[in-house]
Structures are given as structure tokens and as C-alpha cells.
């Protein structure tokens, strides 16, 4: 026994910033300013100091020792804490009172020196609410000015980050890492220049013994695909790519556009040149991977999942191809004969593959659809018609929809009076924790959700003068591609119901008309720009609501587009014709 009275067994709790120039408040000062303090009381024993070090922050979870030294306490290792002040034990104040209530519950008191508060005393929770709001506010504050010191620094182009793939990262600057640098550009290279995959390139990679930046040479899709997207290999520095939206949390999230980034043009030396980076991310645009795995390819192209082969009923499927000189073109091919070639049985006997064994371009198939849009015998003028009132009523929609803005900012200014007062509520336990972190959450997406709407009503008001123009401009637009006079792959993906394809030489091409209930088929290749409308032919085998207008054949394959019309003795269902020549070529 220390002394001749009721012996008291302690803890102390400190907490030191790593970023603290004030050496009074080390880590190891503030453990031996402890244990001297308690041994000159001699009715207090020290059981132990729990000291989390270099931690900062508001929130409590991340700090090991503290939360051990609350759960020694509940065992009763301990009956009194003693720590410096209010901001080293916590700076939110919800922290702060909730565990000196748990611990006060247990009559375990928490002695803050430097604030001269012992929770035990009758006044302590109303001066201790006091003291923790000033430490949650200045905490607030010093977050701010950190990230404000944080965003003057990165707009003076110092680079806040580790060291890269070709970069290492001293002093706030980016250095060029030759061993490095020398993988970005093959990766670049085999993605840009041979058009190879990243499955494809993180296996080379591993084949051929290339470490990453960690040392070891686990290269994977995605970490190629993050190296093509880096904006720094080619000079560029962009920064607060994801921010801390909540200081007392303290959690990261993606900048989705909440704060503004911070962009420097040529902030460094580059390791691969601007092209190289623009080709790279055109590349990128035109494989679309995310799109390619979610949908399988089937929406990424105008008539993906329209074309069908007119002999085993496959889909069409498309592949890029490259011509001599270089460039590349997209070409559809019926999916049976690409995977077996021409029909034959396999060693089981089966019947395989499939005698539609062309390709036909995808430019091809649109010049025929514009041209089957201009032979169409419908009322146009109707079509474009109600197309336009659709676009003006839709218009008019925006324009007069009743938005009552004041009362938005009423409803808003009252949740956010409500979720002010949550806070004396809980202090004067009218609520329970559960309940003010239950209703606080739902005035927080209330107040989100009326800051949207107000958003939303301030772009509708920037909208509404632009209206006529964007009505006009909209009506010019249909009016060109109802007449066949524009291409539109989106207006063709909608109206373009189904092609059948049966040889190079001849395909069917469904029109939906709907609402109009009526289904028109073009048996037709395509027609040349400027001809006229070709006469309806009778079809007494036509399906019910349907009409064949024309039969268009090619008579020979060297013919080019728009360069011959001539009356063709072929004859369908008993009827002469006008043909036009068109060669579908891959």
C-alpha cells in the first residue's frame, strides 16, 4: 500500500499525432509525465497506460488501445482514467459522452486534466458536453484547413502519393523509374499498337519474368487496365481523384464530382508520348470491357441480335477486321458458319456448320437500311408529324410542370432545424444513441434529396429558354433521317425489327412501324442514293399486316454504290420489276 487510505487503481490514456512538433507532448513525455503524476498520489496504483501513437482523426475505432482500455475497464481492471484533455480522448462529441456515460454507469470515473473535469462530479456531463463540442468544432476547423492547405499545395503541382509503376515520388515530385518505365511502354505498345488484350498482356508480362511495382510478378487484367488509364505516363497530373467527405469519419470515397479536381497539363516528364496515351484511350472507348462482359456484346452495336441467318436461323455475329492499308472495319457472319465452316457431320454424325458462309459489312447493312428507308411507301410527313408532338409535348412537360420551389425550401430549412436539435436531445437523453444515429441519417438523405430537387429545378431553369432551339434542331434531325437522307443507328436500332439474311446477294430487312400496326418488308440489298420510290409488289404469301414493296437483286458483284439502274428481267411472283445493283463486299 502506497498510503494509509482506500486504495484507487488508474489507468492513463494518451494520444500523440506523428505530424506534433511540440516534443512536451511526445509519445514517450506524456507516458513518464503519467507515471510521475500518479505516483505522488499515494492512494492511486497504475495498472497501465494505453497510448495509441500516431493516430489522428475524430473517431475512435481505429484506435487499438483505446478501445482495449474500455474493455479492461468493463472487466474491472480499473476504476478511474485520467487522460489530458478532452481532445485526446475523443473529438467527437458523440465519442466522448457516450463512453464517459458506460463508464460512469460502471462507477468508473475519467479525470481530464488540463479541462479540470472528473465525471463522477454532479456538473461534469454539462461542461464536459461543453468542452467536447469546442474540441469536435476545432477539429472540424483544422480539417478544413488542411484540405485547404492540402488542394494550394497540389494546385502549386506537389503530388500527395506513393511511388508508381515508372515513377518514384520524392519530395513531392514524380521521377522517372527507367526499369519501370520501360514496362509502361510495352504495355502501352501491346495495347495501342498490336491491339492485344489485357488478359493477354498481363500473361506476356508473367511469361516473361516483368515484376510489378510491389517486386513480385503477379501481373493481372487489372492492373493493366489501371496503367493504361493513368493520365500521369503521359505528363498529366490529376489529383483528389477521392476525398474524405466526412471529417469525422474520416472515410474515403470516389470524387464523383463533389469537389472540384485538381488538373495539371504537362506537370511532368512523360513516359510515353500524348498519341501513344490518346490512342491507348481510344482503344479503350472502342472495346468497351465493362460494357462487353456486363452484356455479352449484345447491345454495343445498332443491329446487334437483328440479324439472323436466312438457312440454319443462327444469329449474325460481328468481328473487326483489318485491311491492307491498316484500317479496320466491323463485318457480320452467321455464328455456325464462323465456328464450323461450310455444312458437314462431325465424327458424331452431326450436321455442323452452314452454307451462308459470307460476310457482309457493317456499313453495308446501314447504306441498305437508309436506302430501304427512303423506297418506304407510309406517310412520312405523318410519321415526322407525331414524332414532333411527342417532342414538344415532352417539352412542354418540362416547361410547365408545377415545381413549388419555396415550399422545397420550407420542408428543407425544417429538417435541417430538426437535425440541429438531435444533438440536445441526445444530450439530455430524451433519445438513445440508436435513435439520434437512426434519425440522423434520415435527415441527412431528406436534406440530400431537397438539395437535389433545388438542383434539379435550377437546371430546368437554365433548360427552358434553349427549348425552341433544341425543338427545332430535334425536328430538323427526324425529318433528315425519316426521309433517309441522315443515317441514325439509334433511329434504325428502334425501327429495324429483323434482317434475315440469305446470301451475299439478297436479304430481308423488317420494318416495326408500330403504333402505325403495320409491318413492311423490304426483300432488298439496297438501291442506289437517287432513286425514286420503287412500286409495291403483290404478295399474296405476305404475312397478315405485312406488305413486300420491292425485290432489289445484285447482277453484278464489281458494280459500285449509286452508279447503275437498269430494268432486270428477273421476275418474283409473277411480276416484272426495277432492280438495283449493289455489291455487299467484305
Known sequence: MKGDGFMIYVAAYCRVSTDSDDQANSFESQQRFFKDYIDRNPDWELVEIYADKGLTGTSTKKRKDFNRMIADAKLGKFTFIITKEVSRFARNTVDTLQYTRELKQRNIGVYFMVDNINTLDPDAELRLTIMASIAQEESRKTSERVKWGQKRRMEAGVVFGRDMLGYDVHDGKLFVNEEGAEIVRLIFHKFAEEKKGTYTIARELREAGYKTITGNAVWTNTVILKAIRN?????????????????????KKYNKGEEEMVILRNHHEPIISRELWNKAQDELDRRSPSQEIKNKHSNRYALSGKIFCGSCGNHFVSRTKKRKD?????????YEAAQHGLPKEDAAGNHIGCDINCQIRDEDFMLAIQEAVKALEFDKKKLIKDLTEILETALKIGEEKPVDEAEIKKRLEIIKSKDERLLDLYLSEDLTKEDYRRKKADYEAEITKLQAELANINKQKAFTPNTKNIAAEIKAHITDVVLGNKKDETFYKNIVDKIIVHSRNEIDIFFDLLPYELKIILRSCGSIPNTTSLPPIKNDDAEKNSIRLAEISVFERCCKYGTSLQQSNTRTNEQSEKTVGINLYA
Open 231 to 251: 493520365e500521369k505516363y503521359c505528363g498529366d497530373l490529376i489529383q483528389k481523384k477521392t476525398i474524405t467527405p466526412d471529417y469525422l469519419t474520416h472515410s
Open 326 to 334: 491498316g484500317s479496320r472495319y466491323k463485318a457480320w457472319r452467321c
